[in-house]
């Protein structure tokens, strides 16, 4: 191979390489589209969590999630930017921690809707399954910021809810 055929090659590679990482960084994997990436709000979640109150966490972008999400929750999966859900795999557990970013404002309120609804889905499950549970459900709470809408189930709604907010702010939400 000539010299001038491997430069180019090599141009060619980093131009594609840097075209790759110019598009990560303007979309912003999994970002919503204000700023905050829902899977980054739940990991801080996580961080806050009693040791062993969740152990999962699926993000927008993972089959899993894609493929469920619009059953699990029955907000259009096409009305969403990002989303992620942290939850106990073990099923003993009501907790779960839900949050979405819908692509318009105005969709916000369908969300809070549809995570009631599960709310009231929860209820039902674990009044038969496990109502040692029930009383986490009883006291969920849905909130909204921006364009972000979550669902909180757990001990500590007050504790999540305010590092939830604090993240969101942090990703420059409008």
Do not use: H, W
Request: proline letters at 1%; aromatic letters at 10%; hydrophobic letters at 35%.
């Amino acid at each position: 191979m000539s010299r001038k055929f491997f430069r180019k090659t090599i141009a060619v590679f980093l131009l594609t390489l840097m075209t790759a990482a110019l598009a990560l960084c303007l979309c912003g994997c999994g970002k919503g589209s204000s700023g905050a990436d829902c899977r980054d709000v739940l990991d801080a979640c996580r961080k806050i969590a009693p040791e062993g109150s969740f152990d999962t966490l699926v993000c927008y972008g993972e089959e899993l999630y894609d493929e469920s999400f619009d059953s699990l929750y029955g907000i259009q999966f096409k009305d969403i930017s990002d989303g992620a859900i942290l939850y106990s795999e073990e099923g003993g557990r009501a907790d779960e921690i839900s949050i979405v970013c819908m692509k318009e404002n105005e969709d916000v309120s369908v969300a809070k809707q549809k995570f009631q609804e599960r709310i009231e889905a929860r209820r039902s499950t674990f009044s038969g399954y496990k109502p040692e549970e029930v009383y986490k459900i009883d006291n969920a709470s849905v909130i909204v910021q921006g364009n972000y809408a979550a669902m909180i189930i757990s001990d500590d709604n007050e504790g999540f809810e305010a590092e939830i907010r604090r993240v969101i702010s942090e990703g420059n939400v409008q």
